[in-house]
């Protein structure tokens, strides 16, 4: 058995776990869920795993610290996805979440954007690349950086999009940390009657199936689930029946920008901008 630790709310940890399971039976190995919630902590979902005689486990965006991850992957194979695993001495895999992030920068350029906010993802695995990529492709064009503390869920977004249409700032565009959260920005700001992409563009990541909803149409940067999974349980299954000794690896994977209805060109009427503004009061 496998055993698996997860997020049930966020929708892009759905989709890992949906392609985990064929990758496991394709090697014989049934899967055990650890499910974290408000009221059940990671640790403790990575506890009831261990009890039930796990032979290893796949972590999904963990956020345990690398002296805990040390210690469990010393007691049993350990893959991280989402994180780099190396320096905690076990194995990640990970999607080029720098790259990723300068590309939603230079596509917002391209369309005519220099006022671009990010709302970043805190402390959650990926959110510090995404972060440094959105950053360095800012310097890059020549734009101030505007970033907003979030928490890759749909309530940092709601806070995020009400900021936006309390400020001053004229921004155009909002890079959000994933679609949870772009999923909140875009939610506020249609509630407020604003025009998206028309007013503001809005763009995700992750490219989950939240994304993909027709009524959501986001623009996003998509990692691939299937690959990642497959990835992720080869590791495990390697180090189980495979050599001793084997170096932990980082296993980086190429990110990749998917258009959809949630970005256009910048807006450049100022008297559009104020209207944008006075929206505010409809939330």
Not at 102 to 127: F, K, W
Not at 158 to 163: D, H, T, W
Not at 174 to 195: M, Q
Not at 209 to 221: P, S
């Amino acid at each position: 058995m496998l055993g698996v630790v997860f997020n049930p709310g966020d929708p892009f940890h759905a989709d890992l776990l949906e392609a985990i399971y064929p990758a496991a039976e394709r090697f014989g190995y049934e899967i055990v869920l650890g499910a974290r919630v408000q009221t059940r902590s990671e640790r403790r979902a990575i506890e009831g795993l261990v009890a039930a005689r796990c032979g290893g486990l796949v972590l999904i965006g963990t956020e345990t610290e690398v002296a805990q991850l040390r210690a469990l992957g010393a007691r049993l194979p350990v893959v991280m996805i989402g994180r780099r695993g190396d320096k905690a001495g076990v194995d990640g895999v990970r999607t080029a979440d720098k790259s990723g992030a300068q590309a939603t920068v230079d596509l917002l350029v391209n369309l005519g954007h220099r006022r671009i906010r990010h709302v970043d993802g805190g402390t959650h695995p990926g959110a510090a690349e995404r972060r440094r990529g959105y950053r360095a492709a800012m310097r890059r064009h020549g734009l101030s950086a505007d970033v907003v503390r979030g928490d890759h869920t749909e309530e940092s977004g709601v806070r995020a999009a009400l900021e936006l249409l309390d400020g001053t700032e004229h921004v155009t565009a909002v890079f959000a940390g994933n679609d949870r959260c772009a999923v909140g920005v875009l939610d506020t700001l249609l509630r407020a009657g604003v025009d998206v992409p028309g007013e503001v563009s809005v763009i995700g990541y992750d490219d989950s199936r939240l994304a993909r909803l027709t009524h959501i149409n986001l623009t996003t940067v998509a990692q691939d689930p299937e690959q990642m999974a497959r990835l992720a349980v080869e590791a495990v299954v390697e180090r189980l029946e495979g050599e001793p000794g084997i170096p932990p690896r980082d296993i980086l994977l190429d990110s990749r920008l998917v258009l959809r209805g949630t970005t256009g060109p910048a807006l450049r009427n100022q008297n559009a901008h104020r209207r944008l503004q006075r929206k505010n009061k409809v939330i």
